[in-house]
C-alpha cells in the first residue's frame, strides 16, 4: 500500500491545497467543473478562512491527503443554509499520480464515518459527470446511490454536460 495519511486540513496547508487543486484542474477531461488553474480563485486567505470555517462547524469537513510533507490529495463537503443546513455536498481531488492507490477512497471513507458521526449532517451527496467512470466506481463502492441524472445541466468548454447526482443519507 502506497504511504500517504488522511487528516482533517489545518490552516497551514491552504498553499499546498490551493497548488494541489491547480495541478487536477490543469489536467485535461479533469472531471472536475474547472476548465483549468484559471478556474480556481481563492487566494491563500480565503483558503485559510474556508479551512477555519469548516473546521468549526458540525456540517462541513476539509480532508488533505498528505505524502512526505506534501498535499496529494483534498476532499471537502460543506452544507446550505435554512432547510439545507443538513445536507453536505462534497468535492474530491487526487494528484494523477497517486490514483488507483486508495487515496479517494481513503478520503471518502474518513469523510463517511465523520458525516455519519456529526449531528449537523443528514445527508452526504455530490454530482458526477457521466465520463469519469474511475469516480463513479468509487462512489458506487463506498454506498452513494444514483439519484438522478441532470441532462444538458453544466456548460464546459463548450459542450453541456449531464451531471449525475448521487448521495446517501445516515439515519439515526
Ligand atoms: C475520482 C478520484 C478522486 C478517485 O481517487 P483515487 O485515489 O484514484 O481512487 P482509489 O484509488 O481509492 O480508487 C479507484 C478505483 O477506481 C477503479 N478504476 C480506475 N479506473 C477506472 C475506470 N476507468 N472504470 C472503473 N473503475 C476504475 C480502480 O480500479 C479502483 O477500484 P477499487 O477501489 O475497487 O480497487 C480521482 O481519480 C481524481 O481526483 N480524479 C480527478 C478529479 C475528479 O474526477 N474528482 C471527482 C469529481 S466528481
Redesign the pocket.
Known amino acids: 500500500m502506497a504511504d500517504f495519511l488522511v487528516r482533517e486540513a489545518r490552516p497551514e496547508d491552504a498553499a499546498g491545497i490551493i497548488a494541489h487543486v491547480k495541478r487536477?484542474a490543469d489536467?485535461p477531461n479533469?472531471?472536475?467543473g474547472m476548465s483549468s488553474a484559471a478556474d480556481f480563485r481563492f487566494t491563500e486567505a480565503e483558503e485559510i478562512e474556508f479551512i477555519q470555517k469548516a473546521a468549526q462547524a458540525d456540517n462541513a469537513l476539509m480532508l488533505v491527503a498528505e505524502a512526505d510533507g506534501k498535499i496529494i490529495?483534498m476532499?471537502h463537503c460543506g452544507s446550505g443554509e435554512r432547510g439545507y443546513a443538513h445536507t453536505a455536498s462534497l468535492?474530491?481531488?487526487?494528484?494523477?499520480a497517486?490514483?488507483?492507490?486508495?487515496?479517494?477512497?481513503?478520503?471518502?471513507e474518513f469523510m463517511i464515518d465523520w458525516c455519519r458521526e456529526s449531528p449537523g449532517v443528514h445527508r452526504l451527496e455530490?454530482?458526477?459527470?457521466p465520463d469519469?467512470?474511475?469516480?463513479?466506481?468509487?462512489?458506487e463502492?463506498l454506498g452513494f446511490q444514483h439519484e438522478g441524472n441532470r441532462r444538458s445541466s453544466y456548460l464546459k468548454d463548450g459542450t453541456f454536460k449531464d451531471l449525475i447526482l448521487m448521495g446517501m443519507v445516515f439515519e439515526r
Open positions: 487536477v489536467e479533469n472531471g472536475l490529495g476532499a468535492g474530491i481531488t487526487v494528484d494523477r497517486w490514483r488507483d492507490k486508495g487515496v479517494g477512497t481513503a478520503l471518502l455530490l454530482w458526477v459527470f469519469n467512470p474511475r469516480a463513479l466506481h468509487v462512489y463502492k
